[in-house]
Structure formats: structure tokens, C-alpha cells
């Protein structure tokens, strides 16, 4: 460790030699391993943000129940269904939505086009009674909720939720396919140029060891260098990424306002690092096969 | 110092370099190891490094014993070796005084220390002004001044140099062999292999070995 720190300087300026010597081979691995981890970024930004999203429609689990207005006419009729559902096991709160409160929801979340509502001549939404609920006894409520006599539609958020969940499964498998393919894409192309520096300086090398210098030590700049290609890939993913995401985010503010995004700044910081720790490991590794590979060779 | 008893080196291809040698250098002595070229002299000093082993005998530098499977006792051994190749092995598109410190960077020394040292080997072979000269600009006795000065540096105590003059007319030659002399003292020896017999030269310290098909013989000179 003491022999590295007291030639940092010198271990540095080996590094840049051999990046020099190379220069071509090590610019188009940077940005082979750029493009790499940025492919990766993507994926896991969409793995992160379909979970995201998720959670937080998990988080306002909604039910919508619509009355027969043939069955439940009375205010005091309404009260009473309301009461019954209140008490269903796994139903948190229970309230009705009139006509009104449902159109001005509308109107908000449709926001500069809550015009085209004007079209209509009358209010064209029903009142409904809103249900909070443990996700967990969906089933069940549903179950009692059905059985009701008054109920006319339930109107529940299962099909949105399992396409999310189906997207976010698809994601996370995909995530773990493209992780490990990133991960041995990198080793090969770190290693191979690895490879190709010892070679390229194996009568420096052969010099070294009969100076009497430590394996380690001959070895480093190999080390460093390939960390430092794959940190400049991981820094250039991550540029690349960061600008993606605030493109997306831009456009997608828009027109689907109402997608909860988890926050941008979060989301960018959290997967540059992820990146950056990724391809420093991947560096790492990729430098000490290489190193390995010709030692055996 | 160095300790050969029987030592005979045949390679794979059945060839023997080196026929049951026998060979003792001590502290301070002065070795010239003469011969044609193929005669056993660059064999005889990759046994010296641990480059070759012995196939049959045995040999013991500054103690240690060189045979195969001592890998880290001789790379430990070759810290305090100083040696200077044929060809050099100077590191191109480095400078001289990066080449000269090349062989000292993994001694732990302070970052002065290290500086001073191949500041003053620089100055020993007389080529301080060209410390920040690339090696690929220099002479071929310039060159080989360098690989002396990286040998020397590290204040090794036994000087390795295999055929120093090879490269060199007889003027440059002679510069060459006068300063490899001038580093020997009680503590350090140094050997150098020549096939330029008519060169040398030496006192009552100096050594003179003749090579010939893989055998050694003891000549007496002056």
C-alpha cells in the first residue's frame, strides 16, 4: 500500500502513456462502455419509476361504488348503505361523491382541457360513494360489496394496478437480464483491453520484474487504467441519462399530468451514482481478469 | 557473494549452455567473463538474475539459493541487484531521469530520496544535463549510461552487466568499462560479461573468466 500511495504521481502518469499508446482502442471502449451503461441506466430508471408508480397507486387504493338509484333513493336510504359499507372489514373510509365534487375532479385533472367538458349540455357524472381501502382485502370487500342489495357497478383500479404490476415484473426481469448482460459485456471489453496494454508493454513489464518490482506493482496501472475507462463510461451514461430523464420528465408534464413520477432530482442523483458504483466494481473486476487471463497465459 | 558449486545448464532442445561450473565471487572483486558469443555468458548471468536455473549443482547468491518455486526470495534478491541489459531496457517515450527512478520506485524510499538518488547516478555518468531528454533521443552510449545510472541508483551491492560494450565503439567502449569499475568497493562486486578481450583490463582485484562452449576457465593476465 505504501509503495502505491509513494508513486501515485508516476502510477497516473503510466496510465495516461498507456491511454495514449491506445488511444483510439481506449476511446471507442469508453464510449462502447458509455453507451453500455447508459442503455442499462434506462432500464433501471423505468424499473424504478414503474415501482414508484406502483406504490403510489397501491397507496391511494380506491374503490368506486355506484348505487342503483331504482333501490337507494333517500337521503336517509344513502346513509344507511353508507353505513353498512363502512363497516365492511377492510374498508378504511367511506363517502359520497356527488355530481359536482366528481365533475370538478374532472376539471382539475384534466386541467387546460377541462374545457372540452363545456360540451356537454348536463353534468354527465354520476354521484358514487368513494371507499378507502387496505389493498390487501380488496378481494373480500369486493366479495361483501357485490352481495350488497342497492349496489349497481363497482368500479375497481385491479386491472390498472395488475398491468402495472405487470409492467413493473417485466421491468425488473428485464433489469436483471440487462444487468448481467452490461455486466459481462463490460468484463469482456475491460479485460480484452487490459489484455491488449499488457501486451503492448510487455517489454516494460519484463523490465519491471527483473528490477526485482512487485506484481502488484507492475499490475496497478492496468488497474487504474481499466477503472478509469469504465468510470468515464459510467460518467458519460450517466450525463446521458440525467439529459434523457429531464427530457422525458419535460415532455411528460404535459400531456399525463397525472402519472406520479417519483422526483426528478432523486431519480437522477440515485442512478448516477448506482452507475458510477456499478461501472468502478465492473472496472475493477474487468482490469483483474484481464490481468489474470495473461498471467496464466 | 555469489557461490556456484557443478552447475550445468542444458535447455529443453537438448543444447548445454553452461557445463559443470564451478565459481566464487566475493565481496569487492572485480569479474570480467570473456568469451565468443554462445560461449555460456549471458547464461551464466540470467543464473546470477533467476531468469535460468540450474539444471544440475547449485547456486547461491548473496545467500539465496536459485532454484525454481524461490519466485518472491528472488524477486527480493533483485532489489539489491543493478542490472544492465544488452539492450538497455530503457522505457521509451519516458525520460532519463524517469527510467533512472524506474528501478527505485518500488523501494519504499521518500520521494526525495529517490530524486537525489538518480539525481546523483545521473551526475556519476555524467549525463545530468539530459535528465529530462527522452531515452528514444539519446546515443547508444548515452543509452547505455542510463541503464548503468537505473543499475547504480539503488545502490545495489552486486552489478550485473551483460555485454556493456556490444553497442559501442572503442572510444565510448572504454568510458563504459572505466566508470563500471569505478562503483566497486569492499561491499559491492561487479561482473561484466565482454567478448571485447582486447578492452580490458585490471589490478590484483580483477577476475578474468573465459567462456568456451559452456566451460569456464581462469585466466591470469598483466
Known amino acids: ?297 | 557473494m555469489i557461490d556456484v558449486k557443478g552447475v550445468s545448464l542444458r535447455f529443453p532442445n537438448g543444447t548445454t549452455a553452461l557445463n559443470n561450473i564451478d565459481l566464487q565471487v566475493k565481496p569487492g572483486d572485480m569479474v570480467y567473463v570473456t568469451g565468443p558469443s554462445g560461449s555460456g555468458k549471458t547464461s551464466l548471468l540470467k543464473l546470477f538474475m533467476g531468469i535460468e536455473y540450474p539444471t544440475s549443482g547449485s547456486i547461491k547468491v548473496l545467500g539465496q539459493v536459485m532454484a525454481k518455486g524461490q519466485t518472491e526470495q528472488i524477486r527480493q534478491l533483485r532489489k539489491i541487484i543493478g542490472p544492465v541489459f544488452q539492450d538497455f531496457k530503457l522505457i521509451e517515450g519516458r525520460t532519463v531521469a524517469d527510467n533512472v527512478m524506474l528501478g527505485m520506485r518500488f523501494l519504499d524510499l521518500p520521494r526525495d530520496q529517490l530524486r537525489e538518488n538518480a539525481r546523483q547516478a545521473l551526475v556519476r555518468v555524467g549525463l545530468e544535463h539530459k535528465a529530462l531528454s527522452l531515452v528514444e533521443n539519446l546515443s547508444l552510449g548515452e543509452s547505455q549510461r542510463v541503464a548503468i545510472a537505473r543499475a547504480v541508483a539503488r545502490k545495489p551491492i552486486l552489478i550485473l552487466a551483460d555485454e556493456p560494450t556490444g553497442n559501442l565503439d572503442k572510444d565510448n567502449a572504454l568510458k563504459i568499462l572505466e566508470l563500471l569499475t569505478s562503483f566497486i568497493n569492499e561491499k559491492t562486486s561487479v561482473i561484466i560479461t565482454t567478448h571485447a578481450t582486447h578492452l580490458i583490463e585490471g589490478d590484483n582485484n580483477t577476475k578474468f573468466i573465459r567462456m568456451d562452449q559452456g566451460n569456464l576457465y581462469w585466466e591470469r593476465r598483466g
Open chain 1, 1 to 297: 500500500m505504501k509503495t502505491i500511495l509513494l508513486n501515485t504521481g508516476y502510477f497516473l502518469k503510466e496510465v495516461r502513456m498507456m491511454i495514449r499508446l491506445n488511444l483510439l482502442s481506449n476511446c471507442l471502449t469508453l464510449i462502447s462502455t458509455g453507451l453500455i451503461f447508459f442503455i442499462l441506466s434506462m432500464i433501471i430508471s423505468g424499473w424504478w419509476v414503474s415501482s414508484h408508480v406502483v406504490n403510489v397507486v397501491q397507496g391511494e387504493a380506491e374503490i368506486n361504488v355506484y348505487l342503483d338509484e331504482n333501490t337507494v333513493k333517500t337521503n336517509n336510504e344513502v346513509t344507511k348503505m353508507i353505513d353498512s359499507i363502512g363497516h365492511i372489514e377492510g374498508v378504511r373510509a367511506a363517502r359520497v361523491v356527488d355530481q359536482d365534487e366528481a365533475y370538478h375532479r374532472m376539471e382539475e385533472i384534466l386541467g387546460k382541457e377541462a374545457s372540452v367538458l363545456n360540451n356537454f349540455s348536463e353534468n354527465p357524472f354520476s354521484s358514487f360513494v368513494e371507499l378507502k381501502i387496505d389493498l390487501e382485502e380488496i378481494d373480500p370487500v369486493l366479495e361483501k360489496l357485490n352481495r350488497l342489495t342497492g349496489v349497481e357497478h363497482i368500479r375497481d383500479n385491479r386491472e390498472v394496478l395488475d398491468r402495472l404490476r405487470n409492467i413493473s415484473g417485466v421491468l425488473k426481469i428485464v433489469g436483471f437480464l440487462v444487468v448481467i448482460a452490461v455486466g459481462i459485456s463490460t468484463l469482456v471489453i475491460i479485460s480484452h483491453i487490459i489484455r491488449l496494454g499488457i501486451s503492448n508493454n510487455k517489454e516494460q513489464i519484463n523490465t519491471l520484474r527483473l528490477l526485482g518490482a512487485p506484481e502488484s506493482f507492475i499490475a496497478f496501472p492496468f488497474l487504474l487504467e481499466g477503472l478509469l475507462l469504465t468510470l468515464g463510461g459510467g460518467l458519460l451514461a450517466g450525463a446521458l441519462a440525467a439529459f434523457s430523464i429531464n427530457y422525458l420528465y419535460a415532455q411528460m408534464a404535459g400531456p399525463l399530468p397525472f402519472i406520479p413520477l417519483p422526483p426528478r432530482e432523486a431519480l437522477v442523483s440515485n442512478l448516477v451514482i448506482a452507475v458510477l458504483v456499478l461501472s468502478a466494481v465492473l472496472g475493477i473486476i474487468g482490469s483483474l481478469l484481464g490481468l489474470a487471463s495473461t498471467k496464466s497465459n
